[in-house]
């Protein structure tokens, strides 16, 4: 087992992503050896570790003058591609297994993707339902709908209790990571001071248990809802577990299934959470392998932008995006509408260059990698992909942030004025946009009904949108 990351990295991950990496590694290693295994653990910070997974592994197999290799595919292009030419660098035969943590093949994705023109979340996620059986009645959805996305969208009502996030107290090894990572990586993003994931296989299923238990009643309602100072809500805070192998995607499901047929948690509920995970997850895996490698260069808008220093300092006047990125400071974590609908939107909007958007998503959550995170960030929050993960871009103004959520109290800006200094920036930014792009996007039925708003407004009020547009993304986006 090797911790190869490098100082040097292009990516900079956040400090608990780290801990939590390393340290997950490091407990399932002692595990390993508790039941009688041989472990060979190169450590972060071991003397002659140069942070290179194929030098590590050439040094391992001189080490042991072994016979053969055999490994999962990786989940990540570049290194799939490196491990093609392994068995001929080092002259041994090579095995790649299949990644079994999902619930479709990389072959059956493109099978199904084959001669589609359009590649749609949605039919996808029926082909695996039916394939599965969840949910179904016969060859029909329960309940009579396939997605109950619309119920999913109600704001948290005042006197709501909610649930507490399930956190975990580092133990020797992880606190011994925990100073690793403060010594060697001290100008990463982020904040160790209230690491609490989960790094056992048995405190991960701990996690999953108060999910289903205490959060998955009501996930399904307030999916879609912000909350100030409240960092998970209903949310399920398990996909840091799920991509790193401590829960498998299979099995949480069927925690939730289960819960559906004990009738302690709704249909809406269930529905939404599996559509998450067969879903959206495997949905966004197979665009990946699709599209790569040159996914990763897609800029539909041609925005070039720099990242404003807010989206590492959380120092900005727009309570909704200091809440959303300071969370994600001190956790590694925002949940998926405060990450597409607050950060997104805000890079969409402004034109911010794709790739170092997707630089910062890499970077700053618990849950990112690159096969999940990239179709994520240039498909759905940046539609820099022209359409292939959504069938619009998912721009909004400050109208959807306050109906969504309580970020717009004692906000420097007011949501409801759309010009002049008070004006929420989100607001004039989308009209902005509209017009900036209005050649590329006016022929999308779905953006139709703003275009129409768009042509009934005034000259004078859009040369006024794009001006203080212009001026503030001159003056108020300091490149970090």
């Known amino acids: 087992m090797l911790e190869v990351y490098q100082r040097t990295s292009r990516v900079r991950y956040h400090q608990q992503k780290l801990v939590l990496v390393f340290s997950a590694m490091r407990h399932f290693a002692q595990e390993l050896r508790d039941v009688g295994y041989r472990v060979d653990y190169v450590a972060q910070d071991q003397a002659g570790n140069n942070g290179s997974f194929h030098q590590e592994l050439l040094k391992a ?7 053969r290799i055999i490994v999962t595919e990786s989940s990540n292009w570049n290194l799939w591609r490196q491990m093609q030419g392994w068995q001929q660098k080092l002259g041994i035969p090579l095995e790649i297994r299949e990644d079994t943590r999902f619930f479709c093949s990389r072959e059956i994705f493109a099978a199904w993707a084959k001669d589609r023109k359009e590649l749609r979340m949605e039919y996808f996620y029926r082909m695996l339902r039916r394939k599965t059986g969840w949910l179904m009645d016969g060859e029909l959805p329960v309940g009579g709908q396939w997605n109950y996305d619309r119920e999913n969208r ?3 009502p005042k006197g709501v209790t909610l649930p507490a996030w399930r956190r975990f107290q580092p133990d020797a090894i992880t606190q011994s990571v925990i100073e690793l990572v403060r010594d060697r990586f001290p100008d990463h993003f982020g904040e160790l001071g209230s690491f609490g994931w989960a790094v056992t296989r048995q405190d991960a299923l701990a996690a999953l248990e108060d999910f289903i238990h205490y959060n998955l009643p009501s996930f399904g309602d307030y999916q879609d809802a ?3 100072g409240e960092d998970s809500l209903f949310h399920s805070t398990l996909s840091p577990y799920i991509n790193l192998g401590l829960l498998s995607p299979r099995e949480v499901c069927e925690a939730a299934l289960l819960a559906y047929r004990d009738g302690t948690a709704g249909l809406t509920a269930v529905e939404g959470f599996i ?3 067969l879903g959206w997850r495997e ?3 197979g665009v990946y392998w699709l599209k790569m490698p040159g996914y990763r260069s897609s800029n539909y808008f041609q925005a070039t932008r ?7 300092s959380a120092e900005t006047e727009m309570r909704c995006l200091h809440e959303a990125i300071n969370a994600t400071r001190r956790t590694a974590y925002a949940h998926h509408i405060q990450r597409l609908m607050l950060t997104g939107n805000f890079a969409l909007l402004s034109g911010i260059d794709p790739v170092a958007v997707d630089n910062w998503y890499l970077s700053v959550y618990a849950d990112a990698y690159e096969w999940v995170e990239m179709p994520n960030t240039l498909g759905m929050a940046l539609y820099a992909d022209g359409g292939v993960v959504g069938s619009k871009p998912y721009a909004a103004s400050g109208a959807y942030i306050q109906r969504m959520s309580d970020y717009c109290q004692n906000c420097s800006y007011d949501p409801k004025i759309k010009l002049g200094e008070q004006a929420c920036p989100f607001n004039y930014l989308y009209w902005n946009f509209l017009m900036e792009n209005e050649e590329r ?3 999308n039925p779905r953006m139709a009904m703003p275009y129409r708003t768009l042509a009934r407004m005034p000259e004078k009020q859009r040369e006024q949108i794009k001006t203080q547009s212009q001026f503030f993304l001159e003056n108020n986006q300091k490149e970090g």
């Open 61 to 67: 197999v001189n080490r042991y003058a072994v016979d």
């Open 154 to 156: 109600k704001t948290i």
């Open 226 to 228: 912000m909350q100030l």
């Open 275 to 277: 559509r998450q995970i």
């Open 283 to 285: 949905f966004m895996r």
């Open 306 to 312: 720099p990242l404003p220093d807010f989206y590492w």
């Open 441 to 443: 996007l006016k022929s």
